[in-house]
């Protein structure tokens, strides 16, 4: 129905290729995230489909029809790309009341005068904002700016929703409520959703399929616990998680690996490796367990500091010059500042990388 | 009764304790003797009898009389003459060179802005050099380029020479000449205040209607065109209402053919001892003025101002031009460049030529600079000339100091008092000089200060009434910049120096100063610049011993002795030129939109 498809597609600026050879299908009905850190070239993804940028290179489909291809020069305007667009400003016309921004996009179309005012009554009552009909967006707060965005670009019908940060300037508290309005409102819609975020909290939280993205290159697209469970690379296994995957250089040794402060069995994941090769293992804070007993999967370790967070602390602790960061149970922790103690790993849990190219090994 | 006296004590002396305070209240105090009286004493002089007019208003001194109103406004062919010609021409004169900038203007803004065209940089510093520079050398400059022997104590201009016959004199003075001075010197403001409405306009609210399947022509007018329409308004009102006192201009340009506006008729009506009538032209200039100013903060009333002057960068669509790149941007820079440069030019050759219009080596002296000719000496070396300087720099000097040390001051006690009465209070008084034209201003202290007050002397005559009469005058951007300032900084800086046991004085000067320093120099010198170049202001209030160069000129031109005037024009274009680029790389801002714009 609403797949959208991405050939081979280039953007340059300049010398700079902000999207580099980019290929990607998304499903119909998908809730598709494009996650990244800032200038990865995520939002200008966004705005090739939505025909706000023209590529240099490759094809884009929506729906199965051609909106953009280099070869032939064929590029469909974005007012004709089946699209609506959140702004990450919310883009709300200054000069028009909350039913003039809401009606625009109808009144352009030139759907009749009482269809208009019976969808404009649908959609504020689903957003629960009837009662901001006749106000300026200036008189609004920033959640309801957000929901008139929403609305503008609901009252439309467009199967395909584009999202540009859309939560990035709400409060906290709001932004939690939104996230769940999201989803139920991609529930209910069923359309495509595309949805770009720095947050991967909402990209995990929100999406069906997510994409992460570093200096325009992808680097990996699949379900969000995918992407958690098993990061393609170092870039998105450190990208993503609360606190960052804690790396150490470890050297393969027959059926064990060196690390610093001792050895570990060798890991499943590690087995193309040679004998004698170096690799980089890497574990979640989540993933390492805390105690004061030793076995083969533990290393000794010193205590520096402890940084409660209710549940759950951050406990940082130091081995041979490298450090590690452990999330331990608050209520069964029982090691202090400066205490001599174990961390014990988890060997089947452990993500192991080429040193050199930083690719995921297994 | 023993506890209410400790509350007065206590409150006194929370009082005594907070310098925002008693700073507002002196400031209260010192504007509404400055501004409030003054205003209120001339339009009681416009109902009593001036003295010398005791026989024709047919009364005695200081009596009651509408004789001034009615002959101004109700006196047949007379006030067809005395007011409602120049009126009519005021206006005409006013709209035409508005309309003509606004094009200007925005046309430059939305090329600068808006598209990728080339040069950027170098048009951008061309397009403002006019409006730094003085009207009045505009003025003069235009007499060099198109003045023609024709009238009175004339001489032909670049244009005369070299078509061999002179100019017409429609092309020489009068209304067009002025409208066109007007123009050259007023587009750039409208190119600053338009360039920065239109950079806040962000590129998501175009894109927004694009994907709603809007045309890029119903965009520029369903979205572009109505978000910047208020700022374009405002734009063009706050144009009208700068250039409409303009003394200068029309004196050099329209007197030699009796073409009169209200700055000049004022001027003339004051010249002969016509106080009365002076003060009645005065009324008029101010009621039109500040008519305008109001509309303009109605019209950027809360709902209807969508974009903000002091536009935070935004994304912009940027249009490109393809093919039409290079032709464009070539043909805009080199039009300004004829524009900024060619009269500077003109204006300092002219300032070589024995005789007036002659291009030749043989006509070439420096007789004007620092020789002799007819008994006037040339500037440099003319006592009185020095005199004039003297008095120029230490006006200029007192007028900066002054204004930025009192504006941060109003600053302070602002922004500290945020949110109370007396805060807006202060900063509404001290926008009230903003809607008086400069000759009016003039004409105002003249009124209130020719005559003992009080415990003041007579202060006609001296440099104080002229002190004075600039540094209120430049109250308005004073106040702005020191708000403004204040702003940034921010209290908690301030509070911590007083939790460390700083008395007010040190924290000024330890603290608040340095960190607003660069905004104190830049404020300093601007308004030194506007002093320096002033004739508006000053004309009425100068005399032979408090002579100012800008107001000397007109002494020249009167004399039809233009080279000595040009000499001082380049000296003065100099001066303003080279401490508004200082300003601008102090402040590292475009320190120009301080200088029209005083309503925030």
């Given at each position: 129905m609403s797949r959208i498809i991405l050939e081979h597609v280039t953007k340059r600026f300049g010398d700079y290729a902000a999207v580099n050879d980019l290929s990607l299908e998304i499903e119909s009905g998908a809730f598709f995230s494009l996650l990244?850190?800032?200038?990865?070239?995520?939002?200008?993804?966004?705005?090739?489909?939505?025909?706000?940028?023209?590529?240099?290179?490759?094809?884009?489909?929506?729906d199965d029809k051609v909106v953009f291809d280099a070869a032939d020069s064929t590029v469909v305007p974005p007012g004709k790309r089946g699209i609506g667009m959140v702004f990450q400003n919310y883009a709300l016309w200054p000069h028009m009341t909350v039913r003039e921004n809401i009606l625009f996009g109808l009144a352009v179309r030139k759907i009749e005068k009482a269809d208009q005012e019976e969808r404009l009554r649908r959609v504020l009552s689903r957003l629960q904002i009837s009662e901001l009909v006749d106000r300026y967006p200036s008189e609004l707060s920033g959640g309801q700016q957000q929901r008139i965005a929403l609305a503008r670009e609901l009252v439309t019908g467009a199967k395909v929703l584009l999202m540009d940060e859309p939560l990035s300037n709400l409060d906290a508290k709001l932004r939690i409520d939104m996230r769940v309005e999201l989803k139920q409102l991609h529930e209910e819609t069923g359309a495509t959703v595309i949805y770009v975020t720095h947050d991967q909290i909402e990209a995990l939280t929100l999406s069906s399929t997510m994409a992460v993205m570093k200096l325009g290159v992808m680097q990996q697209n699949a379900a969000p616990s995918e992407v958690f469970a098993k990061p393609t690379n170092l870039f998105v296994a450190q990208f993503m998680g609360h606190t960052p995957m804690n790396i150490l250089p470890a050297t393969i040794q027959g059926n064990s690996m060196q690390i610093p402060g001792g050895s570990l069995p060798r890991a499943a994941s590690s087995a193309s490796c040679a004998d004698g090769s170096q690799i980089l293992i890497g574990a979640r804070p989540e993933e390492l367990l805390l105690g004061t007993t030793q076995d083969e999967r533990s290393i000794s370790v010193r205590v520096e500091s402890i940084l409660p967070m209710g549940y759950d602390s951050l406990v940082r602790v130091s081995v041979e010059g490298a450090e590690l960061t452990i999330a331990a149970d608050e209520r069964t922790r029982t090691v202090d500042v400066g205490d001599d103690c174990f961390v014990t790993f988890d060997d089947t849990q452990l993500h192991c990388f080429d040193a050199e190219t930083h690719e995921r090994l297994g | 009764?023993?506890?209410?006296?400790?509350?007065?004590?206590?409150?006194?002396?929370?009082?005594?304790?907070?310098?925002?305070?008693?700073?507002?209240?002196?400031?209260?105090?010192?504007?509404?003797?400055?501004?409030?009286?003054?205003?209120?004493?001339?339009?009681?002089?416009?109902?009593?009898?001036?003295?010398?007019?005791?026989?024709?208003?047919?009364?005695?001194?200081?009596?009651?009389?509408?004789?001034?109103?009615?002959?101004?406004?109700?006196?047949?062919?007379?006030?067809?003459?005395?007011?409602?010609?120049?009126?009519?021409?005021?206006?005409?004169?006013?709209?035409?060179?508005?309309?003509?900038?606004?094009?200007?203007?925005?046309?430059?803004?939305?090329?600068?802005?808006?598209?990728?065209?080339?040069?950027?940089?170098?048009?951008?510093?061309?397009?403002?050099?006019?409006?730094?520079?003085?009207?009045?050398?505009?003025?003069?400059?235009?007499?060099?380029?198109?003045?023609?022997?024709?009238?009175?104590?004339?001489?032909?201009?670049?244009?005369?020479?070299?078509?061999?016959?002179?100019?017409?004199?429609?092309?020489?003075?009068?209304?067009?000449?002025?409208?066109?001075?007007?123009?050259?010197?007023?587009?750039?403001?409208?190119?600053?205040?338009?360039?920065?409405?239109?950079?806040?306009?962000?590129?998501?609210?175009?894109?927004?209607?694009?994907?709603?399947?809007?045309?890029?022509?119903?965009?520029?007018?369903?979205?572009?065109?109505?978000?910047?329409?208020?700022?374009i308004g405002s734009a063009a009102i706050l144009t009208f209402a700068s250039g409409l006192g303009t003394f200068g201009v029309p004196a050099f340009l329209g007197l030699p053919v009796r073409y009169n506006v209200l700055a000049t008729s004022l001027y003339q009506s004051a010249a002969i001892g016509r106080y009365g009538e002076a003060f009645v032209f005065t009324m008029v200039l101010v009621t039109i003025s500040a008519s305008a100013i109001i509309l303009n903060s109605k019209l950027i009333g809360k709902r209807k101002q969508f974009t903000t002057m002091e536009g935070k960068g935004s994304r912009q669509r940027v249009l490109k031009l393809g093919k039409w790149r290079k032709p464009v941007g070539f043909l805009v820079a080199g039009v300004m460049a004829i524009v900024t440069f060619m009269p500077i030019i003109f204006l300092v050759l002219q300032t070589f030529q024995f005789h007036l219009g002659q291009y030749s080596l043989d006509n070439f002296t420096l007789a004007y600079w620092i020789g002799e000719r007819d008994g006037l000496r040339g500037i440099l070396v003319d006592p009185r000339v020095r005199a004039a300087a003297v008095n120029t720099l230490w006006l200029g000097i007192s007028v900066g100091l002054g204004t930025a040390f009192v504006g941060i001051l109003i600053g302070y006690s602002v922004s500290r008092n945020r949110g109370r009465p007396i805060a807006k209070v202060v900063e509404q008084m001290s926008f009230i000089p903003y809607v008086i034209p400069g000759i009016a201003f003039g004409a105002?202290?003249?009124?209130?200060?020719?005559?003992?007050?009080?415990?003041?002397?007579?202060?006609?005559?001296?440099?104080?009434?002229?002190?004075?009469?600039?540094?209120?005058?430049?109250?308005?951007?004073?106040?702005?910049?020191?708000?403004?300032?204040?702003?940034?900084?921010?209290?908690?800086?301030?509070?911590?120096?007083?939790?460390?046991?700083?008395?007010?004085?040190?924290?000024?000067?330890?603290?608040?100063?340095?960190?607003?320093?660069?905004?104190?120099?830049?404020?300093?010198?601007?308004?030194?610049?506007?002093?320096?170049?002033?004739?508006?202001?000053?004309?009425?209030?100068?005399?032979?011993?408090?002579?100012?160069?800008?107001?000397?000129?007109?002494?020249?031109?009167?004399l039809g002795r233009r080279q000595f005037a040009d000499a001082i024009g380049v000296v003065i274009i100099v001066l303003v030129l080279g401490c508004t680029l200082i300003a601008q790389w102090l402040t590292k801002t475009n320190p120009l939109q301080g200088f029209g714009g005083g309503n925030s």
């Open positions: 990244g850190p800032s200038g990865c070239g995520k939002t200008t993804t966004m705005r090739l489909i939505a025909g706000l940028e023209t590529a240099d290179e490759g094809r884009i489909l929506i | 009764m023993n506890l209410s006296m400790r509350r007065v004590r206590n409150r006194l002396s929370t009082f005594a304790h907070s310098p925002q305070n008693w700073l507002a209240w002196i400031f209260l105090l010192v504007f509404g003797y400055l501004i409030i009286v003054p205003v209120g004493n001339m339009i009681w002089s416009t109902f009593h009898i001036q003295s010398g007019d005791a026989r024709r208003a047919g009364g005695a001194v200081g009596d009651f009389t509408m004789f001034y109103w009615e002959r101004v406004f109700a006196s047949g062919q007379l006030s067809a003459r005395l007011l409602y010609e120049p009126l009519m021409n005021t206006l005409f004169v006013s709209i035409t060179y508005t309309i003509i900038a606004m094009i200007i203007g925005l046309s430059l803004a939305w090329l600068m802005v808006k598209t990728d065209m080339p040069f950027k940089r170098f048009t951008g510093f061309c397009a403002i050099v006019p409006y730094i520079v003085p009207s009045w050398t505009l003025a003069l400059a235009w007499l060099t380029v198109f003045g023609n022997s024709q009238v009175g104590i004339g001489a032909a201009g670049v244009v005369e020479t070299l078509l061999g016959r002179p100019t017409p004199n429609w092309l020489a003075y009068g209304p067009i000449p002025i409208i066109s001075v007007l123009a050259i010197n007023f587009f750039a403001f409208a190119y600053l205040l338009g360039a920065a409405a239109l950079a806040t306009v962000d590129a998501s609210l175009e894109e927004a209607a694009l994907i709603h399947g809007a045309s890029n022509r119903k965009v520029i007018r369903k979205i572009t065109m109505p978000i910047l329409l208020p700022a105002i202290f003249l009124s209130m200060f020719a005559q003992p007050r009080g415990p003041i002397p007579v202060l006609y005559g001296t440099m104080t009434i002229i002190f004075i009469a600039c540094l209120v005058n430049r109250l308005p951007f004073a106040s702005r910049m020191g708000i403004s300032a204040m702003m940034q900084v921010g209290r908690s800086l301030e509070e911590s120096a007083e939790v460390h046991g700083a008395s007010f004085p040190r924290r000024i000067t330890r603290i608040m100063f340095p960190l607003t320093k660069r905004g104190f120099m830049g404020g300093f010198i601007l308004s030194f610049v506007s002093t320096v170049k002033d004739i508006n202001l000053v004309i009425l209030l100068v005399t032979p011993q408090t002579m100012v160069l800008a107001a000397l000129t007109f002494g020249y031109i009167e």
